[in-house]
């Protein structure tokens, strides 16, 4: 529950709250997570709870976000740090981070297919984009290892209505708990914000 911090603030200002960690994240039972299975668990959650005033969501969550919604509940605004462009990208960077080889990438999304039934160009949100029609704050760090900055930028201005906050020396983690990250949500939040 990365974003437990934030929970007073936002029923100060009149939200309820509905907080969750994805599969094999903070609390959640698990070893293994995927975008098929983010995108599932938030539909699960979205169609429980109903049309939310709000999503936040962090990484892989704010990447998969973009497929979950439905009719039935999207958000009326998204706040989204640190969202993949590009699950297919994201993978090769972490092959180079840790001294993969490229060629292992067939067969790696052989067996998440075999899983999920799903490719990662399934989640390339590039095209996706372009449809969104809500207000979104998109938040990325420069110096983010994990999802690089640039395709943060990308992501926000792909997004019709979507207004990019750059951080600098916060990396992938750290800027969810930054003061600055927080009041620029806030902010984001308020009912006049437009």
Do not use: C
Request: proline letters at 7%; hydrophobic letters at 45%; a positive charge.
């Amino acid at each position: 529950m990365r974003f437990i911090g934030w929970v007073p603030l936002l029923r100060s200002m009149g939200y309820a709250v509905v907080g969750f960690d994805q599969p094999a994240h903070g609390l959640s039972a698990g070893s293994i997570s995927h975008m098929t299975q983010f995108v599932a668990v938030q539909q699960h959650v979205g169609r429980h709870f109903g049309k939310p005033s709000a999503v936040i969501a962090h990484s892989l969550g704010a990447s998969s976000i973009v497929f979950a919604q439905e009719q039935s509940w999207r958000p009326e605004r998204f706040i989204l740090i640190a969202p993949l462009l590009a699950p297919t990208d994201s993978v090769f960077q972490q092959f180079d981070s840790v001294g993969v080889a490229h060629k292992v990438f067939k067969p790696f999304e052989a067996v998440l297919h075999s899983l999920t039934g799903r490719r990662f160009a399934d989640y390339d949100a590039t095209s996706r984009l372009p449809l969104l029609d809500r207000p979104a704050l998109i938040i990325h760090d420069r110096r983010d290892r994990e999802t690089p900055w640039e395709k943060g930028a990308r992501f926000a201005e792909l997004w019709p209505g979507a207004r990019l906050f750059t951080t600098e020396g916060l990396g992938h983690n750290r800027l969810i708990d930054h003061p600055s990250v927080i009041d620029e949500v806030m902010k984001f939040l308020k009912p006049d914000h437009r």
